[in-house]
Nanobody, 123 residues
Framework: DVQLQASGGGLVQAGGSLRLSCVASGFTFDDYAIGWFRQVPGKEREGVSVINISDGSTYYIDSVKGRFTISSDNAKNTVYLQMNSLKPEDTALYYC????????????????WGQGTLVTVLQ
């Protein structure tokens, strides 16, 4: 069975840090890009950052550049999102997803989704 297991969310003060993890199983990790999306109630899910596992290239939306870092440990089939200098507007349910081809930041391109992990940043 395909699984994407996200974890690492929590409650943090503005300016603080969290590290999210996404453990993948049930598919060939190297064939995919793994991304993080986030969603706030009442808003559309937004692509935040993606890593192409095969070549290590990384992508970020402008609002997180310089603060978030995506990385992978291919031996563990795990992708991390290190989030520093967190802001209240980063509060959301964060999901990891896997895409084989297509637009990395488009929901409809994703082949697999994990469950969300909640990040809450206090003022």
């Amino acid at each position: 069975d395909v699984q994407l297991q996200a974890s690492g969310g929590g409650l943090v003060q503005a300016g603080g840090s969290l590290r999210l993890s996404c453990v993948a199983s049930g598919f060939t990790f190297d064939d995919y890009a793994i991304g993080w999306f986030r969603q706030v109630p009442g808003k559309e899910r937004e692509g935040v950052s993606v890593i192409n596992i095969s070549d290590g290239s990384t992508y970020y939306i402008d609002s997180v550049k310089g603060r978030f870092t995506i990385s992978s440990d291919n031996a563990k089939n795990t992708v991390y999102l290190q989030m520093n200098s967190l802001k209240p507007e980063d509060t959301a349910l964060y999901y990891c997803a896997a895409v084989k081809r297509g637009n990395y930041f488009r929901e409809s391109s994703m082949n697999y989704w994990g469950q969300g992990t909640l990040v809450t940043v206090l003022q």
